[in-house]
């Protein structure tokens, strides 16, 4: 069993930043890839960005350039990193984990972009 728990989100004004955190269990962020999605109001749930274990990094078209995902080893924790927010930045922003042929998500997060 995986356990995934996010924090860090709130209200924004466009252009500010926010680092939301996924705190994991055991060691998982060192061995499997840790994917960071959002689903807007409306929408479908997205892949935003990931993390490999050997430390590769994918980030969507929309957030290329502004938003940055990291990890701690020690603190077994997954980063996102969120800079030059935009209203349409605003989701639920999920921390996901494809392990043993299951999903494991948290609860989720809520970002709002808004002046």
């Known amino acids: 069993q995986v356990r995934l728990v996010e924090s860090g989100g709130g209200l924004v004004q466009p252009g500010g930043s926010l680092r939301l955190s996924c705190a994991a269990s055991?060691?998982?962020?060192?061995?499997?890839?840790m994917n960071w999605y959002r689903q807007a109001p409306g929408k479908q749930r997205e892949l935003v960005t990931n993390?490999?274990?050997?430390?590769?990094?994918y980030y969507a078209d929309s957030v290329k350039g502004r938003f940055t995902i990291s990890r701690d080893h020690r603190r077994n924790a997954v980063y996102l990193q969120m800079n030059s927010l935009k209203v349409e930045d605003t989701a639920v922003y999920y921390c996901?984990?494809?392990?043993?042929?299951?999903?494991?998500w948290g609860q989720g997060t809520r970002v709002t972009v808004d002046s």
């Open positions: 055991g060691n998982i962020v060192s061995i499997s890839t």
């Open positions: 993390i490999t274990g050997d430390g590769s990094r």
């Open positions: 996901n984990t494809y392990w043993k042929q299951r999903h494991f």
